[in-house]
């Protein structure tokens, strides 16, 4: 078990060194941050001493080091446009989109388990249909377009919910405004995940209510809803947790488009109008750090499974 | 001498296989596939899209680009989906859009699945060294969240149509990649890839012609998922002005015109119909695709 974990930990180490490695040359690659100093009204040699000032002027991998020593003490670098510190803006939009995401996973799970069980227990019948061809729809719907139906339907048709922000301007907000402002896009981000879940879950759980162990516990007549509960709910746990897994780079992808439609204010509107003035020690910020984070929920998940599964080892 | 006789007793073996069964692989497969009525009825509704998609031009009754009609003008007889606000017609737009995603999803999908079931098929067979360092490359590039990806590729190389056929296409194979290691490593250890290994074939040889051919099923259903992803992508990527560059229409592009509240809620005919057309194509794909994944699957007669 403890072998396993470590050796786990072992493979994430020169991944998270590559991620760095690949963020960093995308920086590169973008362009260098002297261009954006260019103008009439700079000199060769002002260019030249703010280069050298910057270490420019070394080799690249001299620089990555000095760049990976700066992000080991935490700093990641000043945006371009607002002069603030890329990790204070983060830290400063990364509440609201915890918040989404996590809802939404939530949700999203609470659509997708009952429904995903119910499909497979019940495989074939005419409910099994409906689940499934729903759950085909739900993945196939671009996040945008749902966002632009419910917007019509709710706040336009309706005139029930806000279509954009966190909280409504003038108002001191609370829980129940941010409650509301937050329906909307919680729904197209559980719809999408959810979608893809219920078909996982479903096959998941066709193949645990094969197992001979089921057969056993059916035949000692402890009754179906026993059966299902308690012995194919607890199995159906890996999948439950793979999905979880899977979730996060979705979520982050997902929470950029949406929070845009939304006017979220959070990292994924942050980070677009960072791509859109072109700020890439932000963008590239808000990349290494969405790279780290699903890098680390992996290994979590991994880590997960060897305690809910202790069939599973390493091979 | 030897090597010939064995070579005939092969040859009679697939004779008397053949007059055993039937029915041929294809023959079954397309059995299968009719069992799925919802497939088969995306399969016919995916035939009549591209077939309007590939036909544009001469059916399309205007230019796409044209300005024919009047300012954001309703449906009527003259202009059946209306027209936008610069008064070009919404149905020629459309027949048009749909041939340039159709266009960027099946080159992305075709990129992607190259360049995954290369590096699958090295990283699977080679094994060691090779397969760590594909495979954690492979992780590398799947920890970034895709469609960030996707964007800060968009906003470094100029957008338009090619770049991001080659955004979607370079950034989409992680998925392959695993999916054909997977696979080779389990083909590696059969006895027909072991034979071909002792006598001595070559490399080429065992891979193309031996390893991927067995392989050719679970990746199409893959590409099928491929497919329906990269037609959603680059319309949330035209959606958000940083795909497909008007003037040239996409599905995800004209629906770019719907952020404002106006077009929103007084002209729905600008924004519907392109955001049901894409719907129904990524349904109609996704359908397909799991059917093929039942049909082309050799234990699902078994259960």
Redesign the interface.
């Known amino acids: 078990m403890g072998k396993y974990i470590l050796k786990r930990i072992l ?1 994430a180490i ?2 998270l060194i ?2 760095t490695i ?1 963020d960093y040359a ?1 920086m590169c ?2 362009g260098s941050p002297l261009e954006m100093l260019q103008g009439p009204r700079v000199s060769e040699a002002a260019l030249e001493a703010k280069k050298i000032a910057m270490g420019l002027d070394k080799p690249v991998y001299i620089q990555y080091f000095v760049w990976l020593g700066q992000l080991l003490r935490g700093n990641m670098g000043y945006s371009i446009k607002s002069y603030q510190s890329v990790s204070a803006m983060i830290g400063s939009h990364l509440g609201p989109t915890l918040l989404l995401m996590g809802v939404s996973l939530l949700v999203s799970l609470l659509l997708a388990v009952p429904a995903g069980i119910y499909s497979a227990v019940h495989q074939y019948s005419k409910g099994d249909y409906a689940v499934v ?1 729903v759950s ?2 739900g ?7 749902l966002s ?2 419910l ?2 339907l709710f706040t ?1 048709k309706l005139k029930v919910l806000p279509s954009s922000g966190m909280v409504t301007l003038g108002t001191g907000g609370g829980a129940g405004d941010i409650a509301r402002h937050m329906v909307m896009p919680v729904m197209v981000l559980a719809a999408s995940m959810a979608g893809s879940n219920i078909r996982y879950i479903r096959s998941a759980m066709l193949e645990i209510l094969q197992q001979d162990y089921l057969r056993t516990a059916r035949a000692k007549g402890i009754g179906r809803f026993q059966v299902i509960y308690k012995h194919a709910l607890r199995n159906a746990l890996v999948p439950i947790v793979t999905v979880i897994g899977m979730q996060i ?2 979520l ?3 929470a ?2 949406i929070e ?2 939304f006017s979220w204010p959070g990292l994924g509107l942050m ?2 109008s960072a ?1 859109g003035s ?1 700020d890439y020690p932000v ?2 910020g ?2 290494l750090l ?3 984070v ?2 680390l929920g ?1 290994l979590v998940t991994d880590i997960v499974y060897a305690l809910v599964d202790p069939t599973i080892q390493l091979q | 001498m030897g090597k010939g006789i064995v070579f005939m007793k092969n040859r009679n073996k697939e004779k008397k296989k053949k007059e055993m069964v039937t029915e041929s692989y294809l023959q079954t497969v397309f059995r299968r596939f009719k069992r799925h009525h919802l497939a088969a009825f995306s399969l016919v509704v995916l035939a009549l899209v591209c077939g309007a998609a590939l036909l544009a031009p001469v059916i399309a009754p205007y230019e796409p680009e044209a300005i024919v009609g009047p300012f954001g003008g309703a449906p009527c007889r003259e202009f059946l989906l209306g027209t936008d606000q610069i008064g070009r017609d919404v149905l020629s737009r459309l027949l048009h859009a749909t041939r340039i995603s159709l266009l960027v999803g099946i080159m992305a999908t075709v990129i992607s699945t190259v360049i995954g079931v290369v590096l699958g098929l090295l990283a699977g067979y080679f094994g060691g060294v090779i397969d760590m360092v594909i495979m954690r490359f492979t992780d590398m590039v799947m920890s970034f969240p895709y469609i960030l990806l996707v964007l800060v590729a968009a906003s470094i190389f100029q957008p338009g149509l090619w770049n991001i056929i080659l955004i979607l296409g370079f950034v989409d194979w992680p998925g392959v990649a695993r999916l054909v290691r997977g696979n080779v490593l389990s083909l590696r250890e059969t006895n027909f890839v072991k034979g071909n290994i002792v006598a001595g074939m070559p490399l080429r040889h065992i891979l193309f012609s031996e390893i991927l051919p067995n392989t050719v099923a679970p990746i199409l259903v893959y590409a099928t998922s491929v497919l329906a992803l990269s037609m959603l992508d680059e319309a949330a990527l035209s959606f958000l002005g940083m795909g497909v560059q008007p003037p040239m229409p996409s599905l995800g592009n004209m629906l770019n015109g719907a952020q404002s509240l106006t077009v929103l809620t007084r002209q729905p005919w600008l924004w519907l119909p392109p955001g049901l057309l894409i719907v129904l194509l990524v349904v109609a794909i996704n359908f397909v695709g799991d059917a093929l994944r039942d049909a082309l699957d050799p234990n699902s007669e078994k259960r």
Not at chain 1, 139 to 145: A, L, M, N, T, V
């Open positions: 493979i020169p991944v590559g991620i690949i995308i690659l973008a061809t085909f729809l993945s196939s719907i671009p996040g945008f377009f632009l139906l917007i019509y336009v780079p979705l982050f992808g997902g950029i488009i845009q439609v980070t677009m791509i072109r963008i590239m808000v990349c969405s790279a780290v699903v890098l992996n």
